[in-house]
C-alpha cells in the first residue's frame, strides 16, 4: 500500500473517543441548547477579552494603589493595631471612663474607654462609625480620615476590619453630635476616635448578631424578616446573649433584688445564715427530691433551707434569712418552673400573731419595688425598651385577701372551683385579672389556705381545722412567695407528720429541736427569679436564670 493511500485510509477510519471529546468540547452552546453561529461565537470571544482586559486593568490599579499608599506613608501608623496580649506587664495608671458616664459636660475633654465594637459601618474610605458597648451602655465612636496629619485612610480600613464583640482600648474626644445617637443608649454625645487598639479579638463567627438578639417582639411585628434568635439557640450560647445591654441589665436588676432583701432583713436585725444543701431528709417531705450517692448511703439535695431555718428559730437565733440555691426534682416544663433556682428564704419568731411576720413581709417587697424604681431606674429603661411592661402598682400596706374570699370572688366571675381546692395556675392568672380591676393593685396577699395542700410543719388554723395560718404572696397574678405560721408544739407536728403518711423517725433530728421549748414563728420561702420574672413582665423564667437548669437543661 502506498504512503498516500495509508493517509486516505486514516482520515476515512472513525474518530477515536478522545478526538470526539475534544471536539463536542470545543462546541459553544446557546442558551436554547444549539451551538452557537460563526457571529455569535465572535461576539462571545470579543466579551471574553474585554472581560480579560478589565480583570488585567484591576489588579494593575490594585498593585499601584497598594504602591502609592505604601510611598505616602501612615500618619496614624502608631495610634492603631493589635496590641500584645495583656499578661500584667505593666501599670500605667490611666484613668479610664465608663460609657454610661458619658455626657454633654465632658465635650471636648478626651477619654480612655474600653468597650467592645458592636459593629462597625464604613462610610467611604474616610469614615468608618462604631458602636461601643461597655455593660448596658452604648455610643458611637467615628474613625474620621478628613483629620489630616492625625487619623489615616489605613485606620479607618483598620477600624472596618475589626470583627463585631471584639475588646478595644481607645482615647477619644467627647463632642456633641448635630443630632442625637438614637440607636445608642448614650445619643447626646459621640466619641471622635484618636487611637484604636484591639486588645481581645474575636476569632470565630458568632452564632448570632448581637442586634438580632436585642430585638422586642414590637420590632419583628414591624418587619417579619427580621433574623429570629431563638430561646434554645439563645441558652444554647448563652455567654454570648449575656452580653446583650439587655440581659446585663435583667442580672443587674436580680442583683438589686437580692441586695434589697439583704439589706431590709439586716436592717429589721435578722441575722443571715448558711444552711447545708446535702441532706440525709427530704426537707418538705415529698417525693420531689433529687437523690445522691454520699460515700457508701444515699443523701438529698435540699428542696428548701426550711428546717434549718426553723432550728435555727430553736436554738434563739430570733430572726434568719438565707440566700443560697434551691433543688426542686419536679418534671415540669413550663414558662414558670426551673429544677434550680435562688432562695430567698427568711424565718422570724413573733410575740403574738403570725400577721406580724407576714406584714413585715409585705413591707419587705415595698420596700424591694419601691427602691427598684428609684435606685435601678437605668436598668429597669433599657429592659422596657425589648420587654416592654408598665410598672407595677402596689399599696404601702399591701392588700390582703382570705382565701375564701377569693374563691368566692372568682366563683362571681363563673369560674367554678371547691372551696378547699388549690388555685391553678389559669385560676391564679385570673384571680390577678379581678384583683387588679377591683383594688387597682399587681401585688397582693393572699392568707388562711386550705390545711390539705400545705406543708407537715403548717400551723392549723385556730377556728376552722379546714384551714391553716398560711399565706402566698402574688404579683401580676402569679405566686412569689409561699410561707406559713410554723408548728413549734412537737406532740402536733408529730401528729400532722403522721396525718400525711410521713415516718416521725425519718425527721427525728427535726422534731427534736422543738421538744427542748421553741418560740412560735413564721416565714416563707421567695423564688429570686420569679419575682424578677413578673416584676419586668418578662414572659419565661428561661430570661431572667443565668445558667437555667430544667428538666431537658443542664448545659452549658
Not at 29 to 35: A, E, H, Q, S, V
Not at 296 to 309: E, F, I, M, T
Not at 426 to 433: A, C, H
Request: contains cysteine; charged residues 30%.
Amino acid at each position: 500500500m502506498s504512503e498516500q493511500e495509508h493517509q486516505q485510509q486514516q482520515q476515512n477510519a472513525p474518530a477515536s473517543v478522545d478526538e470526539v471529546t475534544n471536539q463536542l468540547q470545543e462546541v459553544v452552546l446557546g442558551p436554547d441548547g444549539n451551538p452557537l453561529s460563526k457571529k455569535a461565537l465572535k461576539k462571545l470571544e470579543k466579551e471574553r477579552e474585554k472581560e480579560q482586559k478589565k480583570k488585567e486593568r484591576l489588579e494593575r490599579e490594585a498593585i499601584e494603589r497598594a504602591a502609592r499608599e505604601a510611598a505616602e506613608g501612615d500618619c496614624a501608623a502608631d495610634k492603631y493595631g493589635k496590641a500584645e496580649i495583656n499578661m500584667s506587664q505593666k501599670q500605667t495608671n490611666t484613668e479610664w471612663t465608663e460609657i454610661k458616664n458619658l455626657s454633654t459636660a465632658m465635650a471636648g475633654q478626651i477619654v480612655n474607654i474600653q468597650a467592645r465594637v458592636q459593629n462597625s459601618r464604613p462610610t467611604g474610605n474616610k469614615m468608618c462609625f462604631l458602636v461601643l458597648r461597655e455593660g448596658t451602655a452604648t455610643v458611637q465612636g467615628l474613625v474620621d480620615a478628613n483629620r489630616e496629619d492625625i487619623i489615616s485612610k489605613k485606620m479607618v480600613k483598620f477600624a472596618n476590619s475589626i470583627p463585631n464583640e471584639s475588646i478595644v482600648s481607645i482615647t477619644a474626644e467627647v463632642t456633641v453630635p448635630r443630632e442625637p445617637v438614637k440607636s445608642c443608649t448614650v445619643g447626646d454625645v459621640e466619641l471622635t476616635v484618636n487611637t484604636l487598639f484591639v486588645t481581645s479579638e474575636v476569632v470565630k463567627q458568632l452564632p448570632f448578631s448581637i442586634e438580632d438578639a436585642s430585638r422586642s417582639k414590637q420590632d419583628y411585628e414591624k418587619d417579619p424578616t427580621l433574623n429570629k434568635v431563638h430561646l434554645d439557640t439563645r441558652l444554647d450560647n448563652r455567654v454570648i446573649d449575656l452580653r446583650t445591654i439587655t440581659n446585663n441589665a435583667i442580672f443587674k436588676i436580680q442583683a438589686a433584688v437580692g441586695h434589697l432583701f439583704r439589706e431590709y432583713l439586716s436592717n429589721q436585725k435578722f441575722t443571715e445564715i448558711h444552711s447545708p444543701k446535702i441532706i440525709g431528709t427530704a426537707s418538705e417531705g415529698g417525693s420531689n427530691v433529687f437523690q445522691v450517692t454520699y460515700f457508701k448511703r444515699h443523701a438529698y439535695l435540699a428542696q428548701s433551707p426550711q428546717l434549718y431555718k426553723q432550728a435555727c428559730i430553736a436554738a434563739d437565733f430570733g430572726r434568719v434569712y438565707e440566700v443560697a440555691p434551691v433543688f426542686r426534682a419536679e418534671d415540669s416544663n413550663t414558662y414558670r418552673h426551673l429544677t434550680e433556682y435562688v432562695g430567698l428564704d427568711l424565718e422570724c419568731s413573733f410575740r403574738e400573731h403570725y400577721h406580724e411576720v407576714m406584714y413585715m413581709i409585705g413591707d419587705m417587697f415595698v420596700y424591694i419595688f419601691k427602691n427598684l424604681e428609684s435606685r435601678w431606674a437605668h436598668e429597669l429603661e433599657v429592659i422596657r425598651q425589648q420587654y416592654p411592661s408598665e410598672p407595677i402598682k402596689f399599696d404601702e400596706k399591701p392588700l390582703r385577701l382570705e382565701y375564701k374570699d377569693a374563691i368566692a370572688l372568682l366563683r362571681k366571675h363563673g369560674v367554678e372551683i371547691e372551696d378547699l381546692a388549690d388555685l391553678t395556675t389559669p385560676q391564679e392568672r385570673e384571680l390577678g385579672k379581678l384583683v387588679k380591676k377591683e383594688y387597682n393593685t399587681d401585688f397582693y396577699m393572699l392568707d388562711k389556705f386550705p390545711l390539705g395542700i400545705r406543708p407537715f410543719y403548717t400551723m392549723p388554723d385556730p377556728t376552722n381545722p379546714n384551714y391553716s395560718n398560711s399565706y402566698d404572696f402574688f404579683l401580676r397574678g402569679e405566686e412569689i412567695m409561699s410561707g406559713a405560721q410554723r408548728i413549734h408544739d412537737p406532740a402536733l407536728l408529730t401528729e400532722r407528720i403522721k396525718a400525711l403518711n410521713i415516718e416521725p423517725e425519718s425527721l427525728a433530728d427535726y422534731i427534736k429541736g422543738f421538744e427542748y421549748g421553741c418560740p412560735p414563728h413564721a416565714g416563707g420561702g421567695v423564688g429570686l427569679e420569679r419575682v424578677v420574672m413578673f416584676y419586668l413582665g418578662i414572659g419565661n423564667i428561661r430570661n431572667v436564670s443565668l445558667f437555667p437548669r430544667d428538666p431537658k437543661r443542664v448545659e452549658p
